[in-house]
C-alpha cells in the first residue's frame, strides 16, 4: 500500500464556533457509529529491560513529584516537561489505594462486563450490563467505575473497593468519558449524537451539550498545563481542540489532506466492512486514541487507515510528524516511568514501542496468532500491559520488558476498553486511566 491523499498547506486554526462550523459542514460528516474490521498477523522484535523511572522525556535529571505548576483550570500539575511525573509506580493516591486490584472487561456483543483477577489471571465474576457496553473509566476523584454503554444509553457504576455493580443511571449514547481537569463535570462523549455531553460528574444530570462538527468522535486527552482537550473523529478523519471545560471548540485539524507512507486506501477500506466502512465522504484518515506524550509537548493519535501515529504540537494545534507502527494503529499508552510508548496495531495482532525520547519504533512486539489488541492499560508496578483483543474474545497479557504474552485469557465476544485498577495517580481525566 502507498501513503494516501495530496499535499496542501496545514489549516489554520479557527477562531471561531461559527467557523468550525463550516468547516465541519465541507467535509461532509457522517453519523453512525460502528465497529469491525478483520485482524492479520506479522513478525517482531522484543525490548531490553525499561529504564529506572520517573525520568523526563528529553533525559534530563528528574525532580521530585511534588515539583508542580498550576494550569489554566487552577489544579496543581507537573510541569510541561514531565506531564506523567505523578503516575509511576508509588503514585498510587486517594480513593485508588483502598482498591481491590482487578482488571474490568467491557464485552460489546455480549452486553457484560468480566471481571479477571491478575493474579490469577482467570475471570472471577461476570455482570450483565446496558446494551454495547465499550469502555470502564475511573471517575476523576478514583472512588467509581463507570461502565460506558453507548446503544443502552447507560452508565454503570461498579465499586472499586469490592469490583462489583452498584447501580445505574440514564446516559444518552456515552460511547466514551472524560472528566475536566477540575473536576466539575463529566465529558460524554457522544459519538452517535455528534456532541460533547457536560454532565454532573457525580449524578450524571446533563448541564449543556457542544455540538461538534465532525463525525464519530470518540476519544480525548488533555495538554499538560490542563488548559486544552484533543479530541478524535475517526469518521471524518479531523481532530478537534477544546478549552479544558468544552465551553469553546479552538479549532479543527484536518489529516485528509496530509500525505502518509503505508496508508489504506478508502476504496480498499470500504471492502473491509465494519468501522472503515463507514467513512465521511472525502476522508482517507480514522484517527483514534489520543494520548499526551510523555515530553508533554506533543499529542500523540493513532490512527486505524494511516495504520500509524499522528503527531500534533499542542501549544500550536498543527500536525509536525507521522510515525508508521502497524495496521490498524488504534492505541497509545505512555510505560509507567514514560521512557517508552506502547501502540497497539488492532489489525496485525502486535504492539510498536517507541522511545518516548525520539518518538521512533524501538520494538515490534507479536500477540498470538489472530490476536486483534484493541484498548487497555499498563498495570501499577509498569510491569505488564494488558490489551483486549476486540475480534478475537481475548484479553492479552504482555510483560513489558520482554514483550512476551504471559497469558491469553478467553473472555466473551467483543471485548473493547478494558481497565486495569488501581493505577497511579492523583486525578482521573477518564478513558481508560488517563491519570496525571
Known sequence: MTGYGYRRPQPALLPTVAAVMVVGALAGCADSPATGDSPATVGGSSLPAAGQPAQDAAGAATASAGDATTGGTGVATANAGRPYAGTGPADVQGAARQARSLVYVPEQLSGTVQVIDPASLTVIATYPVARSPEHVVPSHDLATLWVNSDAGNTLTSIDPNTGTVTGSVPVDDPYNL????????????????????????????????????????????????????????????????????????????????????????????????????????????????VRLAPDGKHFLVAD???????????ATAKQTDFIPTGMGAHAVYPSRDATRVYVS????????????????????????????????????????????????????????????????????????????????????????GNMR
Not at 486505524?304 to 499542542?314: F, K, P, Q, S
Request: net charge neutral; aromatic share 4%.
Open 345 to 432: 496495531n488492532r489489525d496485525e495482532g502486535t504492539v510498536t514501542v517507541l522511545d518516548a525520547t525520539t518518538l521512533r519504533p524501538a520494538a515490534t512486539w507479536t500477540l498470538p496468532k489472530g490476536a486483534s489488541p484493541d484498548m487497555g492499560g499498563v498495570t501499577a508496578d509498569g510491569s505488564q500491559l494488558w490489551l483486549s483483543g476486540r475480534y478475537s474474545s481475548a484479553v492479552y497479557v504482555i510483560d513489558t520488558t520482554t514483550g512476551q504474552t504471559i497469558k491469553t485469557i478467553p473472555t466473551r465476544p467483543g471485548p473493547h476498553g478494558l481497565l486495569v485498577w488501581p493505577q497511579p495517580g492523583r486525578i482521573s481525566l477518564g478513558h481508560t
Open 178 to 289: 472524560y472528566f475536566t481537569p477540575d473536576g466539575s463535570a463529566a465529558l460524554v462523549m457522544a459519538e452517535a449524537r455528534r456532541r460533547i455531553d457536560v454532565r454532573d460528574p457525580k449524578s450524571m444530570a446533563l448541564v449543556r451539550s457542544v455540538p461538534v462538527p465532525c463525525a464519530g468522535l470518540n476519544h480525548a486527552d488533555f495538554s499538560a498545563d490542563l488548559t486544552t482537550m484533543l479530541v478524535s473523529c475517526e469518521f471524518s478523519g479531523q481532530l478537534v481542540a477544546l478549552d479544558a471545560n468544552a465551553k469553546a471548540i479552538t479549532s479543527v485539524i484536518d489529516l485528509n489532506g496530509i500525505v502518509t507512507p503505508g496508508a489504506t486506501s478508502p476504496a480498499q477500506a470500504a471492502t473491509m466492512g465494519g468501522a472503515k466502512a463507514r467513512l465521511s465522504k472525502g476522508a482517507s484518515a480514522m484517527p483514534q486514541d
Open 304 to 314: 486505524m487507515l494511516r495504520n500509524g501515529v499522528w503527531v500534533i504540537d499542542a
